[in-house]
């Protein structure tokens, strides 16, 4: 074929299919070369974030996101979260979350969630439903099935998220993480990790006196899902996370920190296996100290380590694990507020709280590949650069709900072994389907109301009064997924 065209050809062809080859011969040829479409580029204006919960923790997130507009601000109780109504008076004011969500989670970008530990999931899966970014503290949620909920959910709605296990986002935990996959302390086969929490009340009976609600607080916002019950000052500020109804005691406030080194460095999916002991159980509050096993099956080798059943053991209330072996006297095993210890077939690596400053027992300091995304924006500021990116190319945070979420039911099914160990027995749990499977279908468990503990004339007395019998497996179905009180209601679980 003749590279140009004469004036006698293009006129015989028909104008059309000439200007077509014209314009674009090497499409007709099947020489097309398509260009490549343009990343989306990130939202290039402030967020409009909600804040529920803002007396506590809250605050300090809230603090974190002054770089956005903060436009609307939810807390049950004013007079904690006085100062921080102050701080941004800008924004309108809240004591009932879904007001707030009825007037603004239109306008709103995205979500800081930060109450007691039993509203998290309702309050967030109504965010992310509404196609809202959420930022959720630990735990992420109370329940495990709550934890699966939001996981699903974040992924079916495409929503960028964030746990507050801020260190997740740590040079600490991405060191301890490198190291274990290098080789460094060969195969994992226990672990051991403590907290020195509670540093709230704990091991209380549920309280007699019936005392007038504050009129500062919206006590029927507060309880949410759970049972109603009579106002009391012990159950709230900050001390809902020793009582059942509301918190996750000790292990649900810090194992997210602790463990999050462990779940993630060993590649951990579900637990096979659970046992809990404790100090006295009472039916209302989380005992004053408490010891866990986990069991985690053996999981895919990784190309320089091999990963073989692994028994995890968590301790907290003043206790802690025996100390290991060449570990030098006087050294400390709690590094601001806790540790881990992981004791390897090459060598042993002890980790902080937080992941802080993971060292070896050897003494040596390796020098693993760098494997993990450096996070220079910090855990708050990285979660926003998530929310403004698009999803075709977001960069998950370090503590998206896709790894957090698994680890968080993880956490809280470890307080069902605590709340079950009267039946006597090592628990059996599938993951999968979020239940335990060695359960006989006749057990029946009942649980300390009262210890009735009397001293009279120099004899100690007991006199323990217990809340009636009821089926374990119920027992154990309720406290997986929580029956919601008071009109709340939970969005569907997505079947995707």
């Not at 007709?28 to 990130?42: H, L, R, T």
């Not at 993880?410 to 027995?425: F, T």
Request: proline share 7%; net charge neutral.
């Amino acid at each position: 074929m003749k590279k140009e065209m004469s004036r006698r050809s293009f006129l015989r062809m028909g104008t059309t299919a000439a200007m077509g080859m014209a314009v674009a011969p090497s499409m007709m040829m099947g020489q097309s070369k398509k260009k490549k479409k343009a990343a989306p580029q990130p939202l290039d204006r402030k967020l409009k974030i909600l804040g529920v919960g803002i007396g506590g923790r809250g605050a300090s997130v809230l603090r974190g996101l002054e770089t956005e507009e903060i436009i609307g601000l939810c807390d049950v109780d004013w007079k904690y979260a006085a100062h921080i109504f102050e701080r941004y008076p800008n924004a309108k004011r809240y004591n009932d979350y879904r007001v707030m969500y009825a007037e603004l989670l239109e306008e709103a970008d995205a979500v800081v969630v930060a109450t007691a530990d039993h509203t998290h999931a309702i309050i967030a899966a109504e965010a992310i439903a509404a196609g809202k970014h959420v930022y959720v503290e630990k735990p992420l949620t109370h329940t495990v099935y709550e934890s699966r909920l939001l996981t699903k959910l974040a992924a079916k709605h495409k929503v960028a998220t964030q746990m507050g296990n801020q260190g997740a986002s740590s040079k600490g935990l991405r060191l301890a993480c490198e190291w274990i996959w290098n080789g460094e302390i060969g195969e994992v086969r226990r672990v051991e990790a403590f907290t020195d929490r509670p540093i709230w009340p704990q091991g209380l009976e549920r309280p007699a006196e019936e005392q007038p609600v504050p009129s500062t607080l919206n006590w029927e916002a507060f309880i949410g899902p759970a049972p109603m019950r009579p106002y009391n000052e012990i159950y709230t500020p900050w001390n809902f996370r020793g009582w059942w109804d509301f918190g996750t005691g000790a292990l649900g406030d810090m194992a997210c920190h602790i463990l999050h080194c462990v779940h993630k460095g060993l590649k951990l999916g579900y637990p096979t296996k659970v046992q809990g002991t404790s100090t006295l159980l009472l039916n209302e509050s989380c005992p004053n100290a408490q010891k866990i096993k986990f069991t985690f099956p053996a999981r895919d080798n990784m190309p320089k380590v091999a990963m073989p059943e692994v028994e995890v053991h968590w301790y907290d209330g003043g206790l802690k694990p025996l100390r290991p072996d060449n570990l030098p006297d006087g050294v400390n095993l709690n590094t601001s507020g806790g540790g881990v210890i992981f004791y390897g077939s090459k060598d042993t690596m002890i980790v902080g709280c937080y992941g802080d400053s993971p060292y070896l027992l050897s003494g040596r300091t390796p020098e693993a590949p760098k494997v993990l995304r450096e996070v220079p924006l910090g855990h708050i500021q990285d979660w926003v650069r998530a929310c403004k990116e698009d999803p075709s190319v977001r960069v998950p945070s370090a503590s998206d709900f896709s790894e957090a979420g698994p680890f968080n039911e993880m956490v809280v099914m470890g307080v069902l072994a605590v709340r079950l160990q009267d039946l006597n027995m090592e628990l059996d749990w599938d993951g999968e389907k979020m239940e335990f499977t060695n359960i006989p279908a006749d057990a029946t468990i009942r649980t300390v109301i009262s210890d009735g503990f009397t001293i009279k004339d120099g004899h100690p007395t007991f006199n323990k009064t217990y809340t009636e019998p009821v089926n374990a497996r119920e027992f154990a179905k309720e406290l997986i997924k929580h029956t919601y009180q008071n009109g709340y209601k939970l969005p569907d679980m997505p079947t995707e």
